[in-house]
């Protein structure tokens, strides 16, 4: 394929994978072809008069015109772009595009010799960090990472827990919390909640940086910032933590669903925020939905569960009946072959022994809610 880059046109690109590699000089199409073999899950562009004759074999695009042109396509298309340009002129391409850390692709830059990998745009939210250390391990080159949180060794706050699935309450507090996290102020964090294994480097964390089990045990410390992990809605007198702090939701609430035939999506969400309220537990913590077989392809519960991007399990029967719950039913027995489906569905899917609910019936919607724990796991 052979793109013809033209002013005033946006070219439409063949995405097959997560990554693109772009070349414009000879010696950067040769490092570009052996960067593609040793990189899997990118794509590969290099400029037309280059051509080696293997393209079509090896799906390479080859594109004529200026790489400015390319460049406003590949944006959007892909996580993350490896570009073998010098450093001054990518900036001054990609400045015209950019739009918000939040969405732009992680950007590293290689010089033609492979020798240093740059971490350019994106380092943490875009993965560029991450991809910059990747590039030049395959390479044998240099990494240069200029993150401060990277430099320290330290927290990233903006990426802590993000491999677990955690996500932000909010983003408000990111940059003064990442700030007094660099600047070696005193931190806070409170983990109740969610994996226990984040920090994964073979030294301590930094001494300023203190864990707690409470907040009230935190607040009491007088902290400069915190960094909070829980499932739970604070309560009033602890939203003070968070004058200068991060709130994390880890993934760690399952719920057990039975739903009669034809139930709406709409139904199923409204019961599943109105327990999770009453529990006060977040929404935002919720990891997946587990039900019976039967409900496999129940449309309602389907839409739900894909609009939300939450784990979807189904257990047979057998399955439900293999574990001992506390309110076993005749009629669900009669009707489904098991003697409780949001129940012990609830209890598999989350392999603890005990629920936050056991069972609640809400109109056409019968829930039941665990918490996961990672305690020593």
Not at 271 to 276: F, N
């Amino acid at each position: 394929m052979t793109l013809l880059l033209e002013e005033g046109k946006l070219p439409e690109v063949d995405v097959r994978n997560a990554y693109a590699i772009v070349a414009i000089t000879k010696h950067g199409t040769l490092l570009a072809r052996k960067l593609h073999v040793l990189f899997e899950n990118a794509d590969l562009y290099y400029m037309g008069k280059f051509e080696k004759g293997d393209e079509a074999e090896k799906s390479i695009t080859l594109f004529n015109g200026s790489v400015r042109l390319l460049l406003p396509s590949l944006f959007g298309a892909y996580k993350g772009i490896i570009l073998i340009i010098s450093l001054g002129a990518v900036v001054r391409m990609i400045a015209p595009i950019l739009r918000d850390k939040k969405t732009d692709p992680g950007i590293v830059v290689l010089d033609d010799k492979g020798e240093h990998v740059i971490s350019v745009l994106s380092g943490h939210l875009g993965g560029a960090n991450e991809l910059t250390a990747e590039v030049a391990a395959l390479l044998g080159a240099r990494p240069v990472i200029t993150t401060a949180s990277d430099v320290q060794k330290t927290i990233p706050v903006d990426l802590f827990g993000k491999r677990f699935g955690w996500v932000w309450e909010s983003a408000e507090k990111l940059t003064p919390v990442s700030a007094s996290v660099v600047n070696e102020e005193k931190v806070v964090v409170i983990q109740e909640s969610g994996e226990r294994n984040w920090w994964q480097h073979d030294r301590p964390l930094p001494a300023n940086i203190v864990i707690y089990k409470s907040i009230p045990e935190a607040l009491a410390e007088k902290p400069d910032a915190a960094l909070v992990v829980t499932h739970r809605l604070l309560r009033e007198d602890e939203q003070r933590i968070l004058d200068n702090g991060v709130l994390y939701r880890p993934k760690v609430i399952v719920l057990g669903i039975g739903c009669n035939r034809g139930t709406s999506a709409s139904e199923i969400l409204s019961v599943i925020k109105e327990t999770l309220v009453e529990l006060q537990l977040s929404f935002k913590s919720v990891k997946a939905v587990a039900t019976i077989d039967l409900k496999k392809d129940e449309e309602g519960l389907l839409e739900a569960v894909q609009e939300q991007g939450w784990e979807f399990r189904c257990y047979t029967p057998e399955e439900l009946n293999s574990v001992d719950i506390k309110d076993p039913s005749e009629t669900v027995y009669k009707y489904t072959g098991a003697y409780g489906v949001s129940e012990p569905a609830a209890l598999l899917c989350s392999k603890e022994s005990d629920l936050e609910l056991v069972k609640k019936k809400s109109g056409n919607v019968t829930i039941s809610v665990a918490v996961m724990k990672h305690d020593g796991r």
